[in-house]
């Protein structure tokens, strides 16, 4: 079974970068959607990025676009978040979600975040952005 271990989380001020990383086991990640999912204190659960591993294609929410890249080491079995100029909104626990291509019809769909919890998810490591 696929298990998903975060890393990279940490403090920083904001306009200051982060790196996070997903690194999978237990299969490989060749035939799903991967993604980045995060929860604010006091706010709901919110889709932030995700590749689809057959063709790379990515998409990101509009609060993240221009400033957030998801990538994936497709040898290493590992996806990526590389997160510029931060900002305290983006103050988050995130998660590192996968679900194989066959459970959702699109890309949108996975990242709207409603159908996610029975996809496999990570134990949530914590980004905190403040001056």
């Known amino acids: 079974q696929l298990q998903l271990m975060e890393s990279g989380g940490g403090s920083v001020q904001p306009g200051g970068s982060l790196r996070l990383s997903c690194a999978a086991s237990?299969?490989?990640?060749?035939?799903?959607?991967i993604g980045w999912f995060r929860r604010a204190p006091g706010k709901q659960r919110e889709g932030v990025s995700c590749?689809?591993?057959?063709?790379?294609?990515?998409l990101y929410t509009d609060s993240v676009k221009g400033r957030f890249t998801i990538s994936r080491d497709k040898s290493e079995n590992m996806v990526y978040l590389q997160m510029n100029s931060l900002k305290a909104e983006d103050t988050a626990v995130y998660y590192c979600v996968a679900a194989p291509l066959t459970w959702y019809k699109s890309s949108e769909e996975f990242l709207e975040g409603t159908y996610n919890d029975n996809d496999y998810w990570g134990q949530g490591t914590q980004v905190t952005v403040s001056s």
């Open positions: 590749i689809k591993s057959t063709d790379g294609s990515t």
């Open positions: 237990g299969d490989t990640l060749d035939h799903y959607l």
